[in-house]
């Protein structure tokens, strides 16, 4: 049996942890708190049931959740054979949780890093197995997005490569290869739109909905760039474009006053109730 470890119990930790565990796969979910962990499991639940009416597969939460035990800390992953960080898009986060990966897991586990923007290679700088270490940027919600992008370091070995090339697969993603460059290929893109589209609402040339429904109705996007933020969370959206304007040193990735305000007010998005829009958080 395959042991995966899911570092961070945010967004995609959840939806990382849901979707293995629809696999079959053993989950060991990690994160810094039990409230943090509670709240993750109850995340779960609500996403479980509503799967069904969503499009996905219908899943009964106490399958799911059988199969997902819950940690604080990291000292249970020494028998993991996977492990998928997702923690907070901050740098000195990142880092620490890799120092502590790099004491308690196996040499030979396979470290794969959830990230918007961080360079792969330097997050496998950190520990002593950069050959270990590679990225995988899987899309929100996780269970219901097929596609990846898998992001190989300097040092990440070919084996390591097709190794997580099988395991996305068998639990049903598609994995495109791109080159490590802070960003990869969807937020290089996607980070310039948002928090462009958030300059827009900053400026007072259009307020939030009017200026999604200019992209939904004009260009056929099933979300407008403010919508996907609420998604995403627009804390992650103000720390990527942060790492992207850090990384490439270039003014076009500067981080729109608004989108600091906002995460400084806690309206994160969806995951607060509050962003650019408003939700019940009951849903
Ligand atoms: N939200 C998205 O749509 C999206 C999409 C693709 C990739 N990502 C990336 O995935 C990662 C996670 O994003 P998210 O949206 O889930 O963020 P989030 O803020 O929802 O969750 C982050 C989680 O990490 C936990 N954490 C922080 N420090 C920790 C530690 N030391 N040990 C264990 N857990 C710790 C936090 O408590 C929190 O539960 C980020 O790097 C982000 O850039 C996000």
């Given at each position: 049996?395959?042991?995966?470890?899911?570092?961070?119990?945010?967004?995609?930790?959840?939806?990382?942890?849901?979707?293995?565990?629809?696999?079959?796969?053993?989950?060991?979910?990690v994160?810094?708190?039990e409230?943090?962990?509670?709240?993750?499991?109850?995340?779960?639940t609500?996403n479980c049931?509503v799967?069904g009416?969503?499009?996905?597969?219908?899943?009964?939460?106490d399958?799911?959740?059988?199969?997902i035990?819950?940690?604080?800390?990291?000292?249970?992953?020494?028998?993991?054979d996977?492990?998928?960080?997702?923690v907070?898009?901050?740098?000195?986060?990142?880092?620490?949780?890799?120092?502590?990966?790099?004491?308690?897991?196996?040499?030979?586990?396979?470290v794969?890093?959830?990230?918007?923007?961080?360079?792969?290679?330097?997050v496998?700088?950190?520990?002593?197995?950069?050959?270990?270490?590679?990225?995988?940027?899987?899309?929100?919600?996780?269970?219901a997005?097929p596609?990846?992008?898998?992001?190989?370091?300097?040092?990440?070995?070919p084996?390591?490569?097709?190794?997580?090339?099988?395991?996305?697969?068998?639990?049903?993603?598609?994995a495109?290869?791109?080159?490590?460059?802070?960003?990869?290929?969807?937020?290089?893109?996607?980070?310039?739109?948002?928090?462009?589209?958030?300059?827009?609402?900053?400026?007072?040339?259009?307020?939030?909905?009017?200026?999604?429904?200019?992209?939904?109705g004009?260009?056929?996007?099933?979300?407008?760039?403010l919508?996907?933020?609420d998604l995403?969370?627009?804390?992650?959206?103000?720390?990527?474009?942060?790492?992207?304007?850090?990384?490439?040193?270039?003014?076009?990735?500067?981080?729109?006053?608004?989108l600091?305000?906002?995460?400084?007010a806690?309206?994160h998005?969806?995951?607060?109730g509050?962003?650019f829009?408003?939700?019940?958080?009951?849903?």
């Open positions: 049996m395959t042991i995966v470890g899911v570092v961070g119990a945010g967004v995609m930790g959840t939806g990382v942890a849901q979707n293995l565990a629809q696999y079959g796969y053993e989950i060991i979910l994160d810094v708190s409230e943090v962990l509670a709240e993750a499991r109850s995340v779960i609500r049931r799967s009416l969503m499009g996905g597969p219908a899943l009964d939460p399958e799911i959740l059988g199969r035990t819950t940690a604080v800390g990291p000292d249970s992953l020494a028998k993991a996977f492990v998928i960080e997702n907070t898009e901050d740098w000195e986060t990142k880092r620490g949780v890799h120092i502590e990966l790099d004491r308690v897991l196996r040499p030979d586990a396979v794969i890093v959830n990230t918007s923007a961080i360079p792969i290679t330097r496998g700088a950190v520990g002593s197995h950069p050959e270990r270490v590679v990225g995988v940027h899987f899309m929100n919600p996780v269970p997005k596609v990846v992008e898998l992001i190989p370091g300097f040092h990440t070995s084996e390591v490569v097709e190794v997580t090339r099988q395991f996305l697969a068998d639990f049903g993603k598609k495109v290869q791109v080159k490590d460059a802070s960003g990869f290929v969807s937020n290089r893109v996607l980070m310039l739109t948002v928090n462009e589209a958030a300059y827009l609402v900053h400026e007072g040339v259009a307020d939030a909905r009017s200026v999604d429904e200019v992209f939904r004009c260009f056929g996007h099933p979300m407008g760039p919508e996907t933020a995403i969370g627009v804390d992650t959206i103000l720390y990527s474009v942060e790492v992207l304007y850090e990384h490439y040193a270039d003014s076009k990735y500067r981080p729109c006053p608004l600091k305000q906002m995460n400084d806690g309206l998005g969806r995951k607060t509050r962003g829009y408003t939700y019940d958080t009951k849903e």
